[in-house]
Each structure stands twice: as C-alpha cells, then as structure tokens.
C-alpha cells in the first residue's frame, strides 16, 4: 500500500467532482474513486466515447465539471467499485483513529486498497419504487433508469409508455420520450395541480430550470398527452412483459387501462447511507429530505472526526446545489487536516455557502415533491413481492411483523428482505414503512446496520491469492 | 444521436450487434430482450440501470456482471447468470 491520500472522494457525481477539484487545486493529494465508466454522476453523465449527444443545460454543466477535475490534479479512478471501508473510527476500544481503509475493485484486475487521511462520501441517491402488483414484469423500470437509457444510450424503453410517479423526472422522461419518437399513453402523477402551484414560487430562483420544466409541459400538451394529477399505478398486467397499466385517482374510485409496452415508474429519491452506516456516523430520519440522513454541520462534517458528506447522500438538494456541497466538504476537509488555516477557510467557504443556500432552496421544494407517500405503502396488495432479490411479500413481512420483529435488521433476520444482492436498497422504503406502521414512526423502525461488502464482490476477486494452505495452524498442544 | 460503429456480440448464443461501449443492458433492451433472468418469485429485467438493483445480473465470458455498468465490447459471450 502506498503512502496515504490527504483526501479520498467516493462518487464522482456533480458534488464529487468539486469536492476533489477544490481540494487538488488546493495541494491536497486527492483520489476520487467512481464505479462508472465515466466522470459526471446521474444528472450529469456523459454519454460513452464515441456517443455525440446533442448539448443541453445539464451536458453542459457536466462538461465543466469534468473540464475542471481533469486539470486538477486529482487521481481518477473510474470504474473502481468500492466495496469496503475500514480505519477512522473503526479501531479497537481506546485505540487513536487510523487513516480511513478504502477497499476497491478495478474493471480488471487486482482489487486495490488505499488509505486517506479524511473521507468525502458523495454516494448521491438511489430511487424509490414502492411496489405494485406487476412491478416486476419485464418493461417496468425506474424513472432515474429511464433517463439514462434516454440521455447516455439514446435507447428507448418502449415504443408506447406510461410514465408515472412523483416528481420534476416525470416530466423530463415524457418529454425525452416524445422527443426520441416514442408515444407517451398517459402520465400518472401522485401531486395535484395544488403542490406543483405551491412549489412554483422556489423554483422563480432557477428561471432556467422553471423555463425547462414548462417547455416540457407544453411539448406534453401539444400532443394531447393525459397527465392524470394525483393519480397512482394500481397494477401493471401482462404476460411476459407489460402490456397494460391500470391507473386509478388516489381518492379512488374506478381505474383506467392504458396498453403499453414499457413503464416508467419512480416515487422519489432516497439518500444512500451506506458508507456512513458503516462508520456508525449519527444519522436522523428526514422525510422531507428522502429519509434516513447523516447528521450534518453547516461545512458537510458527519459525526465522525475527518468524514464528510456531500450532494444529495446527506439528504436530496438536487444536482444544482451538490457542487456547492462538494467545495464546502473539501474547504473543512483541508480545515481539519491543518492544510489551510481558519482565516483563508473563512474565506473560502463564504462563495460556495451562499451558492449551498441558494440552489437548496428550489432543491428542497423538488424533495419534498418526490417525498415518501404513505397511501403507496397502505395500497401494497398482501400477495405483492417487496423485496424481489429474495422473493418476500408483504403478508411473509406482515407475518414476521405478527412474530414479534420490532426493528429492520429483526425483519432481516426473520424473513430475509434486503438480504439478497441489492442489499435492502429496492425495497428498503417500503419495508421500513411496513414496519414503522407496527412501531411507531421510522426512527424506531430505525435501518439496516451498515455492512460490508458495500456493493456485491465477486469472491475470487477479493481473496486473490488467498489459500486455505497458507492460513497458519498452530501445532497441537501436546497429549 | 450518433453513434460509433455497430460491433457483435452474442447473448445466450445469438449474435447481436449494438454500437460499441452502449451499456450491455441498454443493447440488450434495444435488441427486444427484455428478461434476463428468473428470480425468486419472479422475472429478472433491467431495472434501475445504475448498478444498483442487481436485476440484469448475467455472466459476460463466464464472469458476473451487471449489464447496465457493463459497456458492449467486439465478441463478449453473454449468457444469463
């Protein structure tokens, strides 16, 4: 192992990609590890080499984001999944803190372990789907996939699509579908006219977001798409692969079929925690925020010494507002080390701070749109899988419940949801709902402990050389 | 779009061709195959596109792998996990 990094970033998403540029162009010797091929995170990313995308607002923040970090000085590892963390606070009782221990894997190859004297997470988010009868057939998939599928791969889901869910992604993805020659059947919304109307007034801070938002509606209205308000998925029916949705208003009453060959679905974007459920850092359930989050200071320190969180991982304020976050991470980070004194920090952090507060504001107004919906949760059928790795349905979650499971790792344990190789990040929303129903609210529902492996590793890869032979055995104590 | 040039590929022994370094799982939706494997409980299809979710697990020269983070190269064999 060489000589430890100042600075190890993980995630190379908007605030990822600031966080690692302000502290390289700083001094600080930096690595920012990223799983995929490519710098620019979700929003941001960039479509493969080779792959000419025509320019939008979003290409072009990335690409300056990338511009930035290339000349910066930072080490890159791209395609590197990071599977285990160790050090910090993660020593024998009354032992000092060690350097943090990043364990990771390249594309080919050894896997590689570094170590780093502070830790920046900006793990981003993953999207919330809280099941529905046919949320496993072939053709349904999240929205956050959908705009990938669309914007890095030029890819259609389907040719005649439903999208539905909650959020300002519902109308980018119909709008990017109609663009790239698909039909949109029908939009299915959970917000009424009333939220969208009362969120409008933060978002007159981003007119060119607000201006993006409207031409997407318009487009919408020019080809006579539905958009049904305050409307859910009831079912998605078909055979081998979608065929149908069944859409219903969510004060009920009769549902309406509109036949398709993909949907698009998503309800919101949850927070990942992992890392920093790892380092048993103190987090708070934060609905508003897209649920369980780190416990934060104004410059992104977590609870623990030298661990920091940037962008939408320490609670969603959108892509706009996370390389704000990014730089204030960074500016403490070098604070703390004792490279860079307190005055030249103050100083520093007063632009990003106000940049912070600014883009948050239209940031939070979106996260309290795309925030868990408990009717959603109520509506799951008995029958319905909730944690599709493993196969468990709500009544087995229900039954364990009845069994005297109080708290998430008791309905680990009991029934194996969020045992399976995703490792509780699909279904982890609506488990926790269920339990929290039972409990009293999600902080005693409370989450999954953080474990390793981070993200599934294949075996042979992690012990490498490893053999049994080589593990030494003491010879027997003498008769 | 543009795109580079088509190369092929094979998934469960049929050749496709898709442009190379497209996401294995985005090729695979564009070539209509949309199930990839069976779970417990019910079909595996790419899901969330971003290697989270582990639906569109397959085996890409013997080795597993998400297709969604996995680019198409000339020749892979592709076959389901």
């Known amino acids: 192992m060489s000589a430890p990094f100042d600075l190890a970033v993980l995630g190379a998403g908007p605030a990822g990609m600031a966080a690692a540029t302000e502290a390289a162009r700083r001094g600080a010797r930096v690595v920012l590890l990223e799983e995929s091929p490519a710098p620019g995170g979700q929003v941001y990313r960039a479509a493969p080499p080779g792959f000419l995308v025509p320019p939008d607002p979003d290409r072009r923040a990335g690409d300056a984001l990338r511009a930035a970090l290339a000349t910066s000085g930072t080490t890159l590892l791209l395609g590197h999944r990071v599977w285990g963390l160790g050090g910090g606070p993660l020593v024998p009782q009354g032992a000092p803190p060690l350097p943090f221990r990043v364990d990771a894997l390249p594309p080919d190859g050894a896997p590689l372990t570094l170590e780093a004297r502070a830790l920046i997470l900006c793990a981003g988010t993953h999207e919330r789907i809280i099941p529905f009868p046919g949320w496993t057939l072939p053709g349904v998939i999240g929205l956050a996939a959908a705009t990938i599928l669309l914007k890095a791969q030029g890819v259609l889901p389907g040719r005649r699509v439903v999208v539905a869910g909650a959020g300002p992604l519902l109308y980018a993805v119909a709008a990017k579908l109609l663009k790239a020659g698909a039909e949109v059947a029908a939009i299915a919304d959970l917000a009424t006219q009333g939220e969208w109307a009362r969120a409008l007034p933060t978002l007159t801070a981003r007119p060119d ?27 998605a029916e078909g055979a081998d ?50 649920g369980w989050v780190p416990v934060l200071d104004a410059d992104r320190r977590t609870s623990v010494p030298l661990l920091y969180v940037a962008g939408d991982g320490g609670g969603v304020r959108g892509a706009a507002a996370a390389p704000a976050a990014g730089r204030l991470a960074a500016l403490a980070a070098l604070r703390d080390l004792g490279l860079l004194d307190g005055r030249a920090h103050a100083r520093a952090r007063r632009r990003p701070a106000l940049e912070h507060w600014r883009a948050a504001q239209g940031g939070a107004a979106m996260a309290r749109m795309m925030a868990l919906r408990p009717a959603l949760v109520d509506a799951i059928a008995p029958e319905t899988v ?51 129903r039972r409990v009293g609210g999600r902080e005693r529902a409370g989450f999954a402990t953080g474990r390793l492996p981070l993200r599934p590793v294949p075996m042979e890869a992690v012990l490498g050389d490893f053999d049994y032979a080589d593990i030494p055995v003491p010879a027997p104590a003498p008769l | 779009m543009a795109r580079p040039a088509e190369v092929a590929f094979s998934f469960d022994g049929a050749t496709l061709r898709a442009p190379v370094g497209e996401s294995l799982a985005a090729a695979l939706i564009a070539a209509g195959l949309r199930r990839l494997g069976e779970g ?5 299809a790419a899901f969330c596109m971003m290697g989270t979710c582990q639906q569109c697990l397959v085996r890409v020269d013997g080795r597993l792998a998400q297709a969604c983070l996995v680019p198409v190269r000339a020749g892979m064999a592709v076959t389901p996990a």
């Open chain 2, 40 to 44: 417990p409980g019910s079909p595996r």
């Open chain 1, 386 to 436: 909730v944690c599709r790795c493993e196969g468990v349905t709500r009544a087995e979650i229900e039954a364990a419940l009845d069994d005297g499971a109080t708290e998430m790792n008791q309905l680990k344990q009991f029934t194996r949801c969020g045992m399976g190789p995703c490792q509780g990040r699909v279904c982890g929303e609506a488990a926790a709902e269920l339990v929290a």
């Open chain 1, 241 to 290: 692969a979608v065929e149908r949705v069944r859409l219903q208003a969510l004060s009920g009453g009769t549902s309406e079929s509109f036949d398709c060959d993909a949907l698009c679905v998503g309800h919101g974007l949850v927070p990942a925690t992992e890392a920093t459920r790892v380092f048993r850092a103190a987090h708070r359930y934060a609905r508003e925020s897209g």
């Open chain 1, 209 to 235: 977001l607000l201006a993006r938002g409207l031409a997407w509606r318009a487009a919408l209205a020019t080809k006579g798409v539905p958009v049904l308000a305050a409307h859910r998925v009831v079912a």
